[in-house]
């Protein structure tokens, strides 16, 4: 059976109550499914800002993309879950990570583990939700194997990156990743729903992406070989959604995100997939 697309969209600015409400208002009438909110310092606080958005809308959902799970204790997290949970009538979709930036540990007075501890704490917190908020789904997003492995096992959505490059003959990344996904899910795999995070994407008619964001994550890959990556889209608004389909229908990816300078010129590409 062919999954039915969700679409996602990233919020970056709360600097009111009022900015908050008519983004999550927009994104809800421009066909979106969640409205995101990332987890750095000096970013907006994602709990707070995630239940005015809940509270502005009715069938929007709301998540996190993702937690740094090193930043809480399972049970501190599992208190404001199940809140959100609550006060947004079951809308709330927990995303979380491993975190990786050394300067947000060290600026929040916090020891930065290693990596392998890192997951296995990501891990920990994933299990302790599990048996305290089993109803909340919880995403997962990362593209190492042992990350990847604890998604597989533990997550109801996979967040994948698209790998380190873009696909180049028999090379593809993307495929192999899932593969892994596959492998370590086992039985569980049918159940997942596959999440790419657009990075790129045109703002105008001219079809150009702005690639700055990608460059950034991505710095060793060519700018065509960036604009064949799984998160980079090109061309027109029908181009765009063929692209997901062929996403849908080769690697199974049925839930996608984008930016939030992404919103108002991707909605033209859920138009063309609904």
């Not at 979106?32 to 502005?56: K, N, Q, S, W």
């Not at 229908?249 to 590409?269: C, L, M, N, T, W």
């Amino acid at each position: 059976m062919v999954a039915d697309f969700r679409f996602g969209v990233g919020l970056h600015s709360a600097a009111s109550l009022v900015e908050v409400q008519e983004a999550a208002r927009r994104a809800q009438d421009s066909g979106f499914d969640v409205l995101h909110v990332p987890d750095h310092l000096g970013a907006p606080a994602p709990f707070p800002v995630l239940t005015a958005a809940a509270a502005a809308t009715t069938t929007l959902h709301v998540g996190t993309f993702v937690l740094n799970a090193g930043f809480y204790r399972p049970a501190l997290l599992e208190r404001d879950t199940a809140a959100l949970r609550d006060l947004s009538g079951d809308r709330f979709e927990l995303g979380l990570g491993a975190g990786y930036v050394r300067k947000e540990f060290e600026a929040a007075e916090l020891p930065f583990p290693s990596a392998r501890q890192r997951v296995d704490h990501l891990e920990h917190t994933t299990t302790y939700i599990a048996d305290h908020v089993p109803g909340v789904k919880v995403l997962i997003a990362g593209n190492g194997d042992r990350l990847l492995t604890v998604a597989a096992r533990h997550a109801h959505i996979i967040g994948l990156t698209g790998g380190d490059r873009a696909a180049d003959g028999d090379d593809d990344p993307l495929a192999d990743r899932i593969a892994f996904v596959r492998e370590a899910a086992g039985e569980r795999f049918d159940a997942l729903e596959l999440n790419v995070a657009i990075t790129a994407m045109p703002l105008d008619d001219s079809g150009r992406p702005d690639l700055t964001i990608p460059r950034r994550f991505l710095p060793g890959l060519t700018d065509d070989q960036l604009l064949r990556h799984p998160g980079v889209l090109a061309g027109t608004p029908l181009d765009m959604a063929d692209r997901l389909r062929e996403f849908r229908d080769r690697y199974g990816i049925s839930y996608v995100i984008v930016q939030a300078p992404h919103a108002e010129a991707f909605a033209k590409v859920i138009a063309q997939l609904r």
